[in-house]
């Protein structure tokens, strides 16, 4: 297995201060201080679904609004899988989970292919959840995969309530790119027939 898949990642703008200490070969521990309670929630859930370990502190114009520490913990987030990743020799490179809650249904598809997009298929079907800006996950995971370089594709197949859809693209995501990010021995190199990723 590869060693040390870690990063640290820090990045201070005059909007937010946000530090991220992210292990891809975890056992689902976070130590979370970030100022959007919400987005504290769902990074708690992705590190443990994932087995990752996420240490984050992040701060900002929350009295403006949520959008930009949540668009720059997409960006951090991104930035530490990617360097954690580093030349991605010997990874599966492909993850997808299905993930029911309740009567939420979502999947998760990525691909850890240096070709950066967002798929995103799903409505969410309220603008808040509690204070929280709903159209703020779309920008977090449009972010991430910019970020972290990778193809990542969101669909909702059904559900009502919106904090069950967010929750399960959070621990869908989580699990896919537990899947993707293994090391699988028979792996020789990347796995891409040009050779590098």
Avoid at 5 to 16: G, N
Avoid at 19 to 28: E, K, L, M, R
Avoid at 50 to 60: E, P, R
Avoid at 190 to 197: A, I, N, R
């Amino acid at each position: 297995m590869t060693v040390n898949r870690k990063a640290l990642i820090t990045r201070t703008t005059r909007e937010t201060d946000i530090a991220i200490d992210f292990n891809v070969d975890g056992q689902g521990q976070s130590d979370l201080e970030v100022q959007v309670p919400f987005m504290a929630h769902m990074l708690e859930l992705f590190t443990k679904h994932g087995l990752f370990d996420l240490n984050a502190t992040g701060k900002g114009d929350v009295e403006v609004d949520d959008h930009h520490l949540t668009e720059d913990l997409g960006i951090c987030l991104g930035q530490a899988l990617r360097q954690a990743l580093g030349d991605k020799k010997g990874i599966k490179r492909y993850g997808s989970m299905t993930l029911p809650m309740d009567e939420t249904l979502v999947t998760v598809a990525i691909d850890l292919s240096d070709r950066p997009h967002l798929e995103w298929k799903a409505e969410l079907p309220k603008d808040r959840v509690g204070t929280f800006d709903t159209e703020n996950v779309h920008e977090f995971f449009w972010k991430l995969a910019v970020e972290a370089r990778m193809n990542l594709h969101i669909v909702l197949h059904h559900g009502h309530n919106t904090h069950h859809i967010v929750e399960a693209m959070f621990k869908a995501l989580a699990r896919a790119l537990d899947e993707a990010t293994k090391i699988d021995p028979r792996i020789q190199g990347v796995p891409s027939t040009k050779g590098s990723l």
